[in-house]
């Protein structure tokens, strides 16, 4: 594997991106304080200057209710940046692997969603994440679309697992949306699947590249997830108590955005690729957990 020029190095897959990739390649690492994504020609000017083989785009505007308002913001980091990151790597004829999201799905389906399914987001987020997805699709042909959904991490603060530990040391009680159905996947697990495809990218065909999908195997709702995260998170000691958690609907907790109710996704294409299925999201929530507690 040769260069590899990743953004959004400071983002909780960023990180782990980094630490994954890099025994495997030369990889210059860029967050937001290097090179901001509001800026297109210096992006345009990194890649000609790196001359990378592979550029990895970890980065994204993620806050999806907040993108509501700040329209502007999200289609510059998730639209604008992936299509200029897409012209620069055409010129290069180097590859690009854009992380994208189950949000760009209507999230009506009742079974899970095939690469090939039309996207129908509901938000704004989704809505950039879904032009940013048809920016890189146009402008470099040597396109890898990675969609994953319901991230978590070691790193960052603001994702589900991190928020639920939070509020298990805080309340007796929590309520969580019971009726919006997905897979948790854990960044690590993601890392390995885009060194897998940063890898076959180097000898690959034609019919090797296009929209990937990959998460954790298993479904579950929110609330499903809570009460995991309680279970696994008491028994390693991150918690001092397992809260009463409160099934609600998402009627019950009104938010800018809307989300889909059922984003599960088919892995089917990518596990060809892996050649083994993704492990069940329990089984990543507990090895995350473990991980968390022997860096605290």
Known sequence: MGKVLLFGARGQVGQVLHQVLSPHAEVTAVGRSELDLLHPEKIRQLIATERPEVVVNAAAYTAVDKAETDVEAAYAINATAPKIMAEAVQELGATLIHISTDYVLKGDKGLPYLVQDVPEPLSVYGQSKLAGEQGVQQSCDRNIILRTAWVYGVHGKGNFVKTMLRLGNERPEVRVVADQVGTPTWAQH???????????????????????????????????????????????????????????????????????????????????????????????????LKTLKVRS
């Open 190 to 288: 993601i890392a390995e699947a885009v060194t897998h495809l940063v890898q076959a990218s180097e000898d690959a065909s034609d019919d090797f590249y296009g929209i990937y999908h990959f998460t954790n195997s298993g479904v579950c709702s929110w609330y499903d997830f809570a009460i995991a995260i309680f279970e696994e998170a008491y028994r390693l000691a991150l918690i001092s108590q397992k809260p009463n958690v409160i099934p609600i609907t998402t009627a019950e907790y009104p938010v800018p955005a809307k989300r889909p109710s059922y984003s599960v996704l088919d892995n089917s294409k990518i596990r060809l690729l892996l050649q083994d299925h993704p492990p069940h999201w329990r089984e990543a929530l507990r090895k995350m």
